[in-house]
């Protein structure tokens, strides 16, 4: 995570209160896995249960998201991003794009 | 034996396939009795009364899928229509174990507000058929009173 920028999915900070906006801050990444990874988790889809090599390909997927989106916001001067939205899609096989977007804001 | 081969993987499948399921189950119930003082709710204001410590976005993500006995069950169920059992009790165990992975990381919170589920397939083949995985995202904001 980059530096101490405050995330929330709520329409403010908790406790503070937002003395200026910054507008939308978005970040995107679509990620993939090799190929000994997919044949795994073909191999796994047979007997079912979690595909752990696709749990953490999200995970990374997402924590990538949400660090653009923070530098984003701290490009802008932003000390917090409210109002958080995660969208996911599998835009190619095997591949995950996740997508991070909210509200740049500072707070007092 | 070249030809038995579908019938032992489908029946194999079957075997370790619920054995899985019946396994996560279990684990799902007995950390949600673990996790039971962590409320998470789609509630967005928090309680007025208090003080709030620390508020911050806490995410959990999973990616489960079904055996092949479930998926063959499932094509064939299509034929007729109506409830796909097997689908159904897939993305509920999903969903759940997003939101227990959400939970156990901020053991120390009094409460995750706006919770939200983000679901979707990973496809696998060209003709637009999924892999009958599901991902789950859950996300929410962990809040921690005085």
């Keep these: ?108 | 034996m070249f030809y038995g081969s579908p019938v032992i993987l489908f029946f194999g499948a079957w075997w370790i396939g619920s054995s899985i399921e019946k396994k996560h189950y279990a684990s799902i119930q007995a950390r949600e009795a673990q996790t039971l003082h962590i409320p998470a709710v789609p509630i967005r204001t928090p309680e007025a009364d208090r003080t709030i410590l620390e508020a911050r976005l806490v995410t959990g993500c999973v990616v489960v899928s079904n055996d092949y006995f479930k998926k063959v069950l499932a094509g064939l169920r299509k034929i007729f229509g109506g409830r796909l059992r097997s689908y159904e009790s897939l993305v509920d165990r999903a969903r759940r174990e997003a939101v227990l992975r959400m939970k156990e990381s901020c053991p120390e919170a009094h409460a995750i507000l706006n919770l939200r589920l983000e679901t979707s397939m990973i496809s696998q083949t060209q003709r637009d058929r999924g892999m009958g995985a599901v991902e789950v995202v859950a996300y929410g904001t962990a809040i921690r009173y005085e």
């Design chain 1, 1 to 108: 995570m980059v530096s101490n920028l405050l995330l929330t999915n709520l329409e403010t900070v908790p406790g503070r209160t937002i003395v200026e906006h910054y507008g939308l801050v978005s970040g995107s990444t679509v990620r993939a896995k090799h190929i000994g990874r997919d044949i795994m988790a073909g191999l796994k889809n047979l007997v079912g249960g979690e595909l752990k090599g696709y749990t953490e390909l999200l995970s990374d997927a997402r924590n990538e998201a949400v660090k653009r989106m923070s530098q984003q916001a701290e490009a802008l001067g932003a000390n917090a991003v409210v109002n958080i939205r995660f969208s996911t899609s599998s835009v190619s096989a095997g591949a995950a794009e996740l997508y991070a977007y909210g509200t740049a804001v500072k707070v007092a």
